[in-house]
């Protein structure tokens, strides 16, 4: 039986991190594109020389040609502009859209049945143009950022607890930025809730350095943004999907009526298996949760019309 195919779109920071976890944990061959010529065979090549010492037999092959990613089941689109110090995920609109939607065509003409991630910022809105220039059904679109936000939350509450990262649970809902929702009452050590463990104030300063947590990042690089954990977030969704695991994963995905939202991509829950989103889990908020919930839906609702503006 053939392994399965990945293609990573952008062979920068995130992808080729991306593309490095997947080669070496051998579920998948990879390719790897650029429109940059030489940098994703390259980075190919040298992924590959590292296949004997890691000890993996997966194959990895950097390209600028499409035809190469033919027949992928996963396609991860990375390519774009990585946001710079003082610059916010929002002023990479136009330039992503347009790189994003190019990217996708090219990709879903050869590889018509995969399921996309995308990762290129400012992301919700990002998904909405791969849905679009896919033409793809709602499962099989699907935006990374929960799972990277809920990491980041994870991180800081074992950090603050003293206690292992693989005790901890994180719910972080909605858009990716600054309106993100984390749910303290869903996020616990254990299965105890964190309100149990720690007071509201260091909860909320816990919350508030998680939807700072790209900006922290960005500042201290001075140039470019995170990709360890985000490339780790997306190969968490790469593998559920591959090996069926029915992970329950926070994913941007395209509301059909789902927290009272539609047509529009916000970060929920969903079983991430085979057949890409395979359901939504919807929980009950509480007032407070949905009002922040709807605020962070509106502030993609307003980035999204703001693309339609510009055409
Ligand atoms: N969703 C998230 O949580 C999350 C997390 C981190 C980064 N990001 C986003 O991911 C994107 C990539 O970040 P990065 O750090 O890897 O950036 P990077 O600059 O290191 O890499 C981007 C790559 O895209 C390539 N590229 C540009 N236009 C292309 C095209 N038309 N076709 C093919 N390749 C093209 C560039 O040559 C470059 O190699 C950015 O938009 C960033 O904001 C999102």
């Known amino acids: 039986m053939a392994r399965s195919k990945v293609t ?3 062979a920068g920071n995130v992808g080729a991190t991306t ?5 070496e944990s051998g579920v998948a061959d990879v390719v790897l594109v650029d429109i940059v010529e030489g940098l994703p065979q390259g980075k190919a090549l040298d992924l590959a020389e590292a296949a004997p ?12 040609d499409y035809a190469d990613t033919a027949g992928s089941d996963i396609v991860v689109v990375t390519s774009g502009l990585a946001r710079q110090p003082g610059m916010s995920r929002d002023d990479l609109l136009a330039k ?4 994003v939607r190019s990217v996708v065509r090219a990709a879903v003409a050869v590889s018509p049945g995969a399921i996309l991630i995308i990762v290129t910022n400012p992301l919700d809105a990002m998904c909405h143009v791969a849905m679009d220039a896919s033409g793809f059904p709602r499962e099989r679109v699907l935006g990374m950022a929960g799972v990277l936000d809920s990491a980041r939350f994870r991180a800081f509450i074992a950090e603050e607890l003293g206690v292992s990262v693989s005790d901890t649970h ?16 869903y996020s616990t050590v254990a299965g105890i809730p ?18 700072n947590g790209g900006a922290e990042v960005v500042a201290l690089l001075k140039s470019g943004s995170a990709f360890y954990a985000p490339a780790a977030s997306v190969f968490e969704m790469v593998e559920s999907i591959l090996l069926d695991r029915k992970r329950v994963l926070p994913c941007a995905v395209a509301l059909a009526g789902e927290f009272g939202t539609h047509d529009l991509f916000v970060g929920v829950p969903v079983v991430l298996g085979a057949g890409g989103m395979e359901r939504v889990m919807e929980i009950a908020l509480t007032g407070d949760e949905q009002v922040a919930f ?4 509106a502030a993609v609702r307003e980035l999204v019309a703001t693309l339609a503006s510009l055409g």
């Open 8 to 10: 990573v779109i952008g």
């Open 53 to 64: 010492v890691v000890g993996h037999d997966a194959r990895i092959v950097g390209t600028n």
């Open 194 to 211: 964190i309100t149990e463990l720690m007071s509201p104030e260091r909860i909320a300063a816990l919350c508030a350095r998680t939807a």
């Open 96 to 99: 992503n859209a347009g790189i």
């Open 170 to 185: 994180a719910f972080v809902l909605g858009g990716h930025g600054d309106t993100m929702v984390p749910l303290p009452r």
């Open 19 to 23: 593309a490095q976890r997947i080669v």
């Open 294 to 297: 709807d605020r962070s839906a």
